[in-house]
């Protein structure tokens, strides 16, 4: 059974930094490569923000770079995401998922930047 459990979102003022997780059932955090969404109010796609290996490569939406860091315990199964230098342009929905993503999602958790 997949399981994705996103925790850590919150209203945070502009400039500020949160810092989200994810639990992810063993079954598909051991072997792939896991990524954080995101989907803005509104917006009917969620949007691709930051992927990373099992082996601890990274990669970043052009609109995180320098500001977000993805990274992973292996032995909790568990992909967390800081997020600094938050904009009201970064008020969305947070998922976890593999990467490419499968059909099934968490809750997300919502994370709001205003002053």
């Known amino acids: 059974q997949v399981q994705l459990v996103e925790s850590g979102g919150g209203l945070v003022q502009p400039g500020g930094s949160l810092r989200l997780s994810c639990a992810a059932s063993?079954?598909?955090?051991?072997?792939?490569?896991m990524a954080w969404y995101r989907q803005a109010p509104g917006s009917p796609q969620r949007e691709f923000i930051a992927?990373?290996?099992?082996?601890?490569?990274?990669s970043y939406a052009d609109s995180v770079k320098d500001r977000f860091t993805i990274s992973r315990d292996n032995a909790k199964n568990m992909v967390d995401l800081q997020m600094n230098s938050l904009n009201s342009e970064d008020t969305a929905v947070y998922f976890c998922?593999?990467?490419?993503?499968?059909?099934?999602w968490g809750q997300g958790t919502q994370v709001t930047v205003s002053s």
């Open positions: 063993r079954s598909i955090f051991v072997l792939n490569p």
């Open positions: 992927v990373i290996t099992t082996g601890g490569g990274t």
């Open positions: 998922n593999m990467f490419p993503p499968l059909r099934t």
